[in-house]
């Protein structure tokens, strides 16, 4: 009986401890969390909404609207990696992968002026890289950058264009 | 034969093994997680079964549950309570992938790295992996000899001035 209350009262205090170190940590960090994330697909791409988080929801269309933008003749940018996107994107769209991008930005930052109108998207409301795609694009002086949460998933399943 | 086996895990030697084991390997296993929070939480969100509004309090606290319970059993202090923990968070892992392969959906454990998207763990080497360490985590529970190597002196706990639990 004693050693149980002695274990318990052991992990009392290790818990105390831990949770202590966990808050005090996550607000001193740079790399801090808020303590409620958005979690909600309904409500747009998901985020643990961390302190210097690049997911802004002001960027954030849908598919009605970017397809608006793609009747329009708007510039789309896929954010997907280079092999998804040779495997099928938004017709017309300009493959930017996120994670090679200031190698493959040169030529499009020659091509395009900074006020042009450019839609970024990835696979989905799961996915934060074309919030990322975007964020990249406004530090190098786009001025008018949105995202297209549903991503070519929703694009295709919809029949609209794309192609390999 | 059953001699044998309470002689081989009642030996000092083997406890102290399993806890340096679990306690480095909760230790190596947290860094990431608490370097990246942010990912933690994608990570648990990707369980899908933890409600929306818990998602981020858990990636905060979770690693430090981890750090705290593993340099407590690498140094002795507490062991039994850390190894109880630890096997709590194991139980909890296993429950949760076991769901998740019975549902048949696919995630990123994050056990000890990250994947890129699209990449997802096996299910039934992350189960076998974690029962494994469960067991271990029994050895220290259910250890009742002298501990060998434990912040404590002549038997007495340091900190708690009292036998390490």
Same mark, same amino acid.
């Given at each position: 009986?004693?050693?149980?209350?002695?274990?318990?009262?052991?992990?009392?205090?290790?818990?105390?401890?831990?949770?202590?170190?966990?808050?005090?940590?996550?607000?001193?960090?740079?790399?801090?969390?808020?303590?409620?994330?958005?979690?909600?697909?309904?409500?747009?791409?998901?985020?643990?909404?961390?302190?210097?988080?690049?997911?802004?929801?002001?960027?954030?269309?849908?598919?009605?609207?970017?397809?608006?933008?793609?009747?329009?003749?708007?510039?789309?940018?896929?954010?997907?990696?280079?092999?998804?996107?040779?495997?099928?994107?938004?017709?017309?769209?300009?493959?930017?992968?996120?994670?090679?991008?200031?190698?493959?930005?040169?030529?499009?930052?020659?091509?395009?002026?900074?006020?042009?109108?450019?839609?970024?998207?990835?696979?989905?409301?799961?996915?934060?890289?074309?919030?990322?795609?975007?964020?990249?694009?406004?530090?190098?002086?786009?001025?008018?950058?949105?995202?297209?949460?549903?991503?070519?998933?929703?694009?295709?399943?919809?029949?609209?264009?794309?192609?390999? | 034969?059953?001699? &044998?086996?309470?002689?081989?895990?009642?030996?000092?030697?083997?406890?102290?093994?399993?806890?340096?084991?679990?306690?480095?390997?909760?230790?190596?296993?947290?860094?990431?997680?608490?370097?990246?929070?942010?990912?933690?939480? &994608?990570?648990?969100?990707?369980?899908?079964?933890?409600?929306?509004?818990?998602?981020?309090?858990?990636?905060?606290?979770?690693?430090?549950?981890?750090?705290?319970?593993?340099?407590?059993?690498?140094?002795?202090?507490?062991?039994?309570?850390?190894?109880?923990?630890?096997?709590?968070?194991?139980?909890?892992?296993?429950?949760?992938?076991?769901?998740?392969?019975?549902?048949?959906?696919?995630?990123?454990?994050?056990?000890?790295?990250?994947?890129?998207?699209?990449?997802?763990?096996?299910?039934?080497?992350?189960?076998?992996?974690?029962?494994?360490?469960?067991?271990?985590?029994?050895?220290?529970?259910?250890?009742?000899?002298?501990?060998?190597?434990?912040?404590?002196?002549?038997?007495?706990?340091?900190?708690?001035?009292?036998?390490?639990?």
């Amino acid at each position: 009986m004693a050693a149980i209350i002695n274990t318990s009262k052991g992990c009392i205090v290790i818990a105390l401890i831990a949770i202590a170190l966990a808050f005090i940590v996550n607000a001193l960090s740079p790399r801090g969390i808020a303590l409620v994330g958005q979690w909600d697909t309904a409500k747009g791409v998901i985020s643990a909404k961390a302190k210097h988080d690049f997911i802004n929801q002001a960027r954030e269309i849908d598919l009605p609207k970017a397809q608006e933008y793609f009747n329009e003749g708007v510039l789309f940018v896929d954010a997907r990696a280079a092999e998804d996107y040779a495997a099928g994107h938004i017709r017309g769209a300009i493959s930017l992968p996120v994670d090679n991008f200031f190698s493959v930005f040169g030529p499009f930052r020659q091509a395009y002026p900074d006020s042009t109108l450019i839609v970024a998207y990835c696979s989905g409301r799961e996915c934060p890289d074309s919030h990322e795609l975007a964020e990249n694009l406004e530090n190098a002086g786009y001025v008018h950058v949105k995202v297209f949460i549903d991503g070519f998933p929703a694009w295709k399943s919809e029949g609209l264009p794309v192609e390999n | 034969m059953k001699t &044998k086996l309470a002689a081989f895990f009642g030996n000092p030697y083997v406890e102290l093994a399993c806890r340096l084991f679990l306690g480095g390997l909760f230790v190596y296993s947290c860094v990431h997680k608490i370097m990246h929070p942010a990912d933690m939480a &994608k990570v648990i969100y990707g369980y899908k079964i933890m409600p929306g509004v818990t998602i981020n309090v858990l990636a905060i606290m979770l690693p430090f549950f981890e750090l705290v319970c593993g340099l407590c059993l690498v140094f002795g202090i507490w062991p039994r309570s850390a190894a109880v923990l630890i096997n709590g968070m194991l139980l909890i892992f296993i429950v949760a992938i076991s769901y998740n392969l019975m549902r048949g959906l696919q995630f990123d454990c994050g056990c000890f790295g990250f994947h890129k998207a699209g990449e997802f763990s096996d299910p039934r080497e992350l189960l076998v992996r974690d029962m494994v360490y469960f067991g271990i985590t029994l050895v220290v529970i259910l250890y009742q000899g002298t501990r060998k190597f434990t912040i404590k002196t002549k038997n007495r706990c340091l900190i708690l001035n009292k036998t390490a639990a």
